[in-house]
């Protein structure tokens, strides 16, 4: 099978260069100072089970060097989506699949009218990963997964021969039957990182506050209530799964949209609490919580604001 990785950054360089080192087809889509190291160096990825390079790492900015693949690995930011699209027409063949791992769900439109409905599945990535230089990927957590399936639900023979192409060591994959509850349920946990980003603290300091510890629980609430109200069928208990979850996290984690918010880069803010607030008022429940953290992240959106200078 030939993979393309369209945004080789932390998702897509650990997905992808786990795939490399075990041997498969991989082109990774990159761009930028990243870009010119791994052409020069190779990726280097670093992680809890140790250090590898995949050297000699075939990469490029322009998709049309590649031609047509069997598989689109989609891991760009989802503010880059559209443009990534309709960059990423050159790849596709007959019978191309492609695996975004945006989160939220305004992707798979975009996705659908750029590249067609019929090829694109929906995914989750449940991979810890950071950019940590031009070149490097750091893993941060083993036993983590990506999971992906068709749209409507259910399992289909094309679903089968991706998982058995991407069943490499070190990379836990799984084609789901439920994937779009799967997307809702990480969506959910996703409306609580902003109160992160509010806080402007990371594991240990929220949860050093019973009320932030609190105001995270009922921002991941709101989104379960939504997911409900469109049959989707999420449990009353995920709110306290997810804090279950975030428990055993090291004091010092911080989600990526916190980091992005501290190094003034862009935030994928309307499609997270932005697209979250939507769909609330489109089914009729309120989102007070993901309400404030929308209004105040939003002068962020697009890096730090410019203050404004008296005359």
Known sequence: MKIAVMGAGAMGGYIGGRLAQAGRDVTFIARGAHLEAIRQNGLQVQGPAGTFTVERASATDDPEEVGPVDLILFCVKSYDVLQAARMSRPLLG?????IPI??????IEVLGRELGTDRVLGGVSLISADKAAPGVVQH??????????????????RCQVVEQALAVEGLNVRACPNILERMWWKFAAYSGVGVFCI??????V??????????????????????????????????DEHVAILDAFPPEWK???LVAVEEGRPLELESLQGALCAIGREVGVPTPINDVVY?????????PPQLARAP
């Open 94 to 98: 007959p019978k191309t699949v492609v």
């Open 102 to 107: 945006q989160n939220g769900f305004q992707h």
């Open 140 to 157: 941060n957590k083993a036993g983590d997964s990506l999971e992906f399936g068709e749209i409507e639900g259910g399992h289909s023979p």
């Open 199 to 204: 806080v402007r603290g990371n594991r240990g």
């Open 206 to 239: 929220v949860w050093q506050t019973a009320e932030a510890k609190a105001l995270y629980r009922q921002a991941i609430a709101e989104a379960v209530t939504i997911a409900q109200a469109k049959s989707i069928a999420l449990e009353d208990s995920v709110p």
């Open 255 to 257: 989600p990526s949209e």
């Open 295 to 303: 209004a105040c992240l939003k002068p962020y959106l697009d890096g």
